[in-house]
């Protein structure tokens, strides 16, 4: 906050204190909006370096974030389209999410003893609640 920096006594130190929270304020400013180019306003060189890195990592987060929803949700689609047409090899392309992959295989399972009234497929199921399911179904 500024008016901080006009209570001081000293005409230096209020430079200098504008000055950085100005640059506090710029900082804020790029790293919300993941615009190094707006660092390049900062004074200190020091904070200027600062800005940068921040807004690189906000950048990289911002990425990592984007690229785990985009698999989240072709994880989904895979599913969905695995039980639609009961296809257990399709579950295998669910990347990063070992249960997701094994309630695919599950759920298809369960559908395929169903369709094909073959308790046989009830087995394969590694959930125990959703196999005594299927079983109890015969």
Not at 53 to 59: C, K, L, R, S
Not at 77 to 106: H, L
């Amino acid at each position: 906050d500024v008016s901080y920096c006009a209570k001081l006594s000293s005409e230096e130190l209020k430079n200098e204190c504008s000055e950085l929270v100005a640059d506090a304020v710029i900082m804020e400013e790029a790293v919300k909006s993941m615009d190094a180019t707006k660092c390049d306003a900062i004074q200190k060189t020091e904070t200027k370096d600062l800005c940068r890195v921040q807004v690189d990592i906000a950048t990289m987060d911002a990425e990592k974030v984007a690229e785990k929803n985009q698999q989240l949700s072709d994880n989904e689609m895979i599913f969905v389209e695995a039980q639609d047409k009961q296809d257990v090899g399709k579950c295998d392309q669910i990347v990063n999410d070992e249960s997701k992959k094994q309630a695919c295989k599950d759920g298809v399972y369960s559908i395929l003893a169903a369709k094909e009234q073959n308790k046989e497929y009830c087995a394969k199921i590694v959930n125990g609640e959703q196999r005594e399911l299927c079983e109890s179904g015969f």
